[in-house]
């Protein structure tokens, strides 16, 4: 797409490169992110380096051409900052939406998602801590780049936004980048970013892999190592109602009145049929996997979702 090459093309000449927005936050050295993005003479990135917009980019651009599925977002960086009023051809309410954006305030980078099935936009921020007060990573920057993102479709221009406290939280202050490129390869392939605790070395390596080719496969993407698996509590979200003045409200979710909730289960078996079609019986889902055999997932929703609608 030429916008996200022009985009491109200023980063690397210094216009709206954060490698100077970098330099200010030398008045707060003790800020969770408050490491300056360097490279060397020769413009390679060490491992532990702050990721620069530019490459960044490049990266997303290379993992939404692989992508065998049509997904919107992946725009430069800086064309979400600086070209609000044209997003809205760029982000359709039909398919889904993955976006690294740029918090100023933080100088920190998270994802947003959106899903056209829910029409929910969920945020991945590494700073969050699950116990604490989620609507305090909504900085003006971040509630300002969702809405031009994702307003126009909402039919009430109301955004509605469950901010993901169980994604894996950094404990540095210069691995935001790198865990939000693992988040958007996750995304890209149907993956949910808070089952894996992410290892930096392995997204580095493959970071390296996919900016020093000119082009990658979506197998490589597909088959990427990003860490081990991690438990995750999938309910463990804050829902937020983000308004056109970018005023928010956080949605209350009723509680169950019993102690525990079951966490969803799949077990696979197969079976044989004579009917090669796909079918859905009772609550079970069933995949065909052949002309001969399918396999069918019981999946066990947690007694929550089935008693209590979202607001």
Same mark, same amino acid.
């Given at each position: 797409m030429s916008v996200l090459t022009e985009i491109s093309e200023g980063e690397r000449t210094g216009k709206g490169s954060h490698s100077g927005s970098n330099l200010s936050i030398a008045s707060n050295p003790d800020s969770e992110v408050a490491k300056v993005s360097a490279t060397t003479d020769n413009g390679e990135v060490h491992y532990g380096d702050r990721l620069l917009d530019d490459l960044m980019n490049t990266f997303c651009d290379r993992l939404q051409a692989a992508c065998p599925r049509k997904i919107d977002g992946c725009l430069a960086i800086q064309f979400v900052m600086v070209e609000p009023q044209s997003l809205k051809t760029l982000v359709n309410v039909g398919r889904p939406a993955h976006q690294i954006i740029f918090d100023p305030d933080r100088v920190h980078y998270v994802v947003v998602d959106y899903d056209p099935q829910t029409k929910i936009v969920v945020l991945y921020d590494s700073l969050v801590e699950k116990d604490s007060n989620a609507t305090? #990573?909504?900085?003006?920057?971040?509630?300002?780049?969702?809405?031009?993102?994702?307003?126009?479709?909402?039919?009430?221009?109301?955004?509605? #936004?469950?901010?993901?406290?169980s994604?894996?939280?950094?404990? !540095?202050?210069?691995?935001?980048?790198?865990?939000?490129?693992?988040?958007?390869? !996750? #995304?890209?392939?149907?993956?949910?970013?808070?089952?894996?605790?992410?290892c930096m070395r392995s997204i580095f390596a493959f970071f390296q892999k996919v900016i020093g080719e000119s082009k990658v496969e979506w197998v490589d993407f597909e088959n990427?190592?990003?860490?081990?698996p991690r438990q995750c509590d999938g309910q463990n979200v804050t829902l937020v109602r983000l308004h056109q003045d970018l005023t928010f409200d956080e949605v209350s979710v009723p509680v169950p009145s019993y102690p525990e909730i079951p966490c969803e289960t799949e077990v696979e078996v197969q079976i044989h049929s004579r009917s090669p079609t796909t079918a859905i019986v009772?609550?079970?889902?069933? !995949?065909?996997?052949?002309?001969?055999?399918?396999?069918?997932?019981?999946?066990?929703?947690?007694?929550?979702?089935?008693?209590?609608?979202?607001?």
């Open positions: 305090n #990573l909504l900085t003006e920057p971040i509630r300002k780049q969702v809405y031009s993102l994702f307003s126009h479709l909402f039919q009430d221009k109301t955004i509605q #936004l469950a901010i993901s406290r994604y894996d939280r950094q404990t !540095d202050t210069w691995s935001c980048g790198y865990r939000s490129l693992a988040c958007m390869v !996750d #995304l890209a392939r149907q993956r949910n970013p808070c089952e894996t605790e992410y990427a190592y990003f860490g081990q009772s609550s079970l889902e069933v !995949d065909t996997k052949s002309e001969n055999s399918f396999s069918i997932r019981f999946i066990s929703l947690p007694r929550y979702f089935k008693q209590h609608s979202l607001p």
